[in-house]
């Protein structure tokens, strides 16, 4: 074997060296992005579960609201899980998805706080202060976790924007516990169920911006 050959021979197994180490990282990266996303979809059922729970037992619209925006982005999160390592126009589609799922969200809590804005007893205080606590102390863990994620993946995006929104709402709703058992009124936790609505409307808008940014870099790409 001469010379030329030799160093062409070893130039392409290097190259078929790195591109394998490539490969092996890729496919770790994609096996702690499902490890991610599927914590966070757990706790996010769990909070659901609860929530609906004691929304129900405590009448509180905010707390249901809180627990149907956490059905949502478990279900958004069960998208995630599927677009990643998938082609970036998958990756789009799935968070419009998430995107337009919270906007309906946000139509379907604001007309259950009309309906209950006619009629309906105080909620338990206590209750929605506790279980908002609760979720306010999984919502840090879901961002840490979300946080080890490093890159321009438009669905994690979308989760860190659920999440961010979920922590905002359940302080707003021990507030909102306090004023309630101040009051002995349903009156501040219908107004925080419409704050719920808006932000979870004001989130859809957010990610739906996120995906169609992500859809302009993936056909300036391909131009």
Request: hydrophobic content about 55%.
């Amino acid at each position: 074997m001469g010379v030329v050959e030799g160093v062409l021979l070893c130039a392409g197994s290097q190259r078929r060296r790195v591109s394998s180490d490539d490969e092996h990282d890729l496919d770790a990266s994609r096996a702690a992005d499902r490890r991610i996303l599927w914590w966070v979809l757990l706790i996010n059922v769990g909070q659901c579960v609860a929530g609906v729970g004691v929304g129900l037992w405590a009448a509180s619209t905010a707390v249901i609201g809180a627990a149907l925006d956490n059905l949502a982005d478990a279900s958004v999160y069960g998208v995630s899980l599927y677009a990643v390592g998938r082609a970036a126009s998958i990756k789009v589609r799935a968070a419009r998805l998430s995107g337009w799922l919270l906007i309906g969200l946000a139509a379907m809590l604001a007309v259950e706080v009309l309906r209950r804005f006619f009629g309906g007893a105080a909620p338990i205080g206590p209750a929605m202060m506790a279980m908002a606590a609760v979720n306010a102390a999984l919502n840090i863990v879901c961002l840490r976790l979300l946080k080890r994620h490093r890159g321009e993946d438009v669905n994690f995006k979308a989760s860190a924007i659920f999440t961010s929104n979920d922590s905002i709402v359940n302080l707003a709703i021990v507030l909102s516990g306090a004023l309630v058992i101040w009051w002995g009124s349903n009156l501040p936790d219908l107004v925080l169920g419409l704050v719920v609505a808006a932000i979870a409307a004001n989130g859809g808008r957010e990610i739906l911006a996120e995906a169609r940014e992500a859809a302009e870099r993936a056909d300036a790409k391909r131009a």
